[in-house]
């Protein structure tokens, strides 16, 4: 579990694939505090450590396997060399709850569709799945790769692409220094997650309509 609050922008070190990959992302957290075993958020998916190394005036890293499935469904199989990743450490009981709750299971892939200057701030627009956009709404949160955040607007017309549905979202300078997000121009692709709240009430609403037909 995570909160979309990003702690370290590190980046990709190496890339192996012997059937399905093997991601090595070099960092500044302390290989010495991660376990083996342990979840880490890379830019929204959740992947588990299975080795590392560096520390003491060595750059640390940390290795990850990743599937095909998830090569499929997320941004990481247009990873390279040098890409950089938004990451974020478990939550832990006790934690400051900073952003909102987050799984590290990607929904889907959205698209920037626009960029522009905000009164210091940057709004991106976002082109989504539309069989996702009832689960998001001014107002909420959304994760994109990682990053906790606000949805500004909401617009199901999906402009110039009718599969989609467009949402915006507002980049604070911290944000933009601190994650990739002040980077991205159209035509970028990013991890999105969608709320769990929304999800669940989904759901709920689905059973409930189901059981009086």
Not at 10 to 38: K, M, W
């Amino acid at each position: 579990m995570f909160t979309g609050i990003v702690t370290d922008m590190g980046q990709v070190r190496a890339i192996e694939r012997p059937a399905d990959a093997r991601f090595t992302f070099e960092t500044a957290y302390d290989p010495a505090s991660i376990a083996l075993g342990a979840s880490i958020a890379c830019s929204g998916a959740c992947l588990t450590v299975v080795d590392k190394g560096g520390g003491a005036g060595e750059a640390g890293w940390f290795a990850a396997d990743v599937s095909a499935e998830t090569l499929s469904k997320t941004t990481l199989g247009d990873w390279q060399p040098g890409t950089p990743v938004n990451l974020e450490r478990a939550l832990c009981l006790g934690d400051e709850l900073g952003g909102h709750l987050v799984s590290g299971h990607v929904d889907a892939v959205a698209v920037v569709r626009a960029r522009a200057e905000d009164a210091g701030s940057i709004r991106l627009s976002f082109g989504a799945p539309r069989a996702l956009m009832g689960f998001i709404a001014p107002k909420g949160s959304v994760v994109l790769d990682g990053v906790s955040l606000t949805v500004n607007a909401v617009d199901d017309s999906g402009g110039d692409h009718p599969a989609e549905g467009r949402f915006d979202v507002n980049i604070v300078p911290h944000t933009a220094r601190v994650t990739t997000l002040g980077a991205y121009r159209p035509g970028v692709r990013v991890n999105l997650e969608i709320d769990m709240l929304a999800r669940y009430v989904q759901r709920l609403l689905t059973v409930e309509k189901g059981a009086t037909e």
